[in-house]
């Protein structure tokens, strides 16, 4: 089993930055696809950014393609999205993922992070 930890989120004006980081506490971790998804209040959770297990290959959201970037640090057991150009449309509960999986749908995650709010103000 993964566990994902997340932090780096919170209040930020638009135009602004965040980086959000996913820990991962298990020894498997290079193993597994790394993605991150959002969820605002009243809409279902959608793809946002994914790595594969070596960070070779990475894949958008065209609402995020440009403004955002997945990487990861398998040495450190840790997936990263740097999120820049912040809009207030990006406001959301953002999840970090972990899934054996190629994929962007939610139902081929294997594991989730517990969330971390990020808002953004006009």
């Known amino acids: 089993q993964v566990q994902l930890v997340e932090s780096g989120g919170g209040l930020v004006q638009a135009g602004g930055s965040l980086r959000l980081s996913c820990a991962a506490s298990?020894?498997?971790?290079?193993?597994?696809?790394m993605g991150w998804f959002r969820q605002a209040p009243g809409k279902e959770r959608e793809f946002v950014a994914r790595?594969?297990?070596?960070?070779?290959?990475?894949y958008y959201a065209d609402s995020v393609a440009g403004r955002f970037t997945i990487s990861r640090d398998n040495a450190k057991n840790t997936a990263y999205l740097q999120m820049n150009k912040l809009k207030p449309e990006d406001t959301a509960v953002y999840y970090c993922?972990?899934?054996?999986?190629?994929?962007?749908?939610?139902?081929?995650?294997?594991?989730w992070g517990q969330g971390t709010q990020v808002t953004v103000s006009s």
């Open positions: 298990a020894g498997s971790f290079s193993t597994y696809g």
């Open positions: 993922a972990a899934s054996k999986a190629w994929s962007t749908r939610a139902e081929y995650v294997d594991y």
């Open positions: 790595i594969n297990w070596n960070g070779g290959n990475t």
